[in-house]
Each structure stands twice: as C-alpha cells, then as structure tokens.
C-alpha cells in the first residue's frame, strides 16, 4: 500500500463460502432472488446524460427508485438478449453476498485513518467495459472476482499524461484497440494488463487508473478502505485530474507524507482555507497550486500533455468540481 503496488491475490476469502459460489448457476442458486439495480453500460449512460436523457441513479439511491432485476432473471435476460449491454455498477453489495465472506483484517482502519469501508459489487454481461479512469474518493481498493473472466488494466500515476486526460477519465478507449494495438499502448504507458478469473483479486492502490473490460459475463465484488486522514482533508479541497492523482502518489507513506512531505500539505491547504470571492476563484486557485507542486515533485515530467489538453477545449465532465461551494460537491469524512 506504502510503495503503490497493484498486486493480484489468489487466496483472498480462503476458507470463505463466496469462494464455492463460483458460476452463474451457483449465484443463482444461493443468491437468485437478490434483487440487483440493472442499468446501461458506462457508455451508453454517459452518452445519455450529456443528452438529457440518463436513467443514471446514485449508487446509494434506494432499490425502489431504480430498475432491478432479480440476479436469477437478470441471467436469464442476458442468455436471451445477448447483445443487450445492461449491468450492475457499484451498487452496495446485498447482505446475502456479504454473509458469504470475512473482511479482510487489512481493510480495517488504523489509528489516523477514516473508518469509512464500502462494499460494492459489479455484475455484467460480456462487451461492457469501464474506460481508463481513477476514482476519486481516494480509498484503497480489493476486486474480487466471484465468476467469469475479466481483463483488468492498470497504469502507473507516471502515464496520466499519457493518457489524454479530462479530470479523472481518460480519452483513450481501449476496446477500440486491436490485441497489438493494445499491447503497444501498455509498452507506452508502462501500463500492466491482467485477467482475473473466479476466485482471484487484484488490489488497486487508492487513485490508481484502471480500465476494464468484461471478456465473460461476470460478477465481482469491492472493497474500498483505509483513506487517511490527511488524504480526506485534501480531497475535499483539492480538484480529481492527474495533478492531484500525482501529489497523492507521494504521499501514500504516511510516514514520508507527514514527515518530508508535510510542507506540501500545509500549502495546499493554506491555500485552500485563504479568502476568495467565489468557490470558481478558489478552485483556480488550488488547482494552480497543485500544478506548481506537482511539477515541483516531479521536475523529470513534460509540462503538457503527449497530445492534445482536453481541458481547452472540453468543461469537466462533473460541473460541481468548478465551484467549492456548489451544493452537490461531496465532502468526505
């Protein structure tokens, strides 16, 4: 966690239940009339949304103001409508499925740590993807595959301007890639490429970019943990792009990051408590704060991107991040 090292792990829930329950049919069987939020693959909802149209639901909404299908019937739906891409995204994971497993000791917060843990499981059929992003909420995470084949990418904070940024999403869309085409793009970004099949595990360092790509239809599940404090205090201030994802890559020591690294967190947040007209003149602020630092930190890196800067011709994909006193913008405990 400390060195930023994604891993696979091939005995996560060892002796577990969830570890048998590892087909379709065996989902069905133990969990069948689970009641799971379905809805269109990322694309496809984020086409709709710039349109007006989304049927997107907050991950934490209740089940009754979401589409649900049984996971039985939604097995069955997609044996029956193959091409139809519909999924399961980062819903909280149903008290029958937690029942099957023990969280990992390593999950628990240490002293300094919020005690913030989210389980969350996925569940889609064959062609969905999850384009090249981080997430932003700053958590350690473990994704445990309980069926199906699932290639999973990751690339080191070092590639983020290699990845034609846009806040914390990339431009690239790697099922776009042919076989070759993608293996020179991970030669090129340093990137790391994995296939987790049932019972395996990869752990995702906090604000890592990822990106994947269902091969079967399948189910995992996530867990997300162990932000530290002083993490949680800058991410409240500070804007979700590469900048930040670099400046946090630093300080995954708490050791380093609250020793060497301390003055960097107090001019980040100096900055960020100053006075300012509006939230816009605050973020504009920060965010060329966390330019100066970043390229400070790591004085070996480009100024600009390796192709073309997003930002100057695209808004952020999340209009609440422009203003830090807008009333939707998440405040993390």
Known sequence: M?????VVITDLFRGNRIRNINTPQQVSAHWGDVRIPVQDEYLKTYEASTQGKSTLKDKDASLDDMMTMTLADYFRYIREQPGEKKMCIEFATPQPVRESYIIPELCYPRPGESNTLVQQCFVGNQGNVANIHFDKAGHHGLLYQVFGR???ILFPHAAGKKLLPLTQTSGWKLQNFSDQERREFLRFTGGYEVVLAAGEAVYVPALYWHYADYIEDSMAVRLRFRRPDYVTSLLNHMFPDLYTQGILHKLADPTRALGEYAPLIDRIIQC?????ADGREKVTAVRALCKQI????????PRQPYSLDLERYCPPLLAHFLDADH???PVYQ
Do not use: G, L, M, N
């Open 150 to 152: 699932k290639r999973f």
């Open 2 to 6: 400390h060195s930023v090292t994604p």
């Open 294 to 301: 970043y390229h400070e930190i790591y004085p070996e890196e």
């Open 327 to 329: 009333p939707d913008r």
């Open 272 to 276: 960020a408590t100053a006075q300012y």
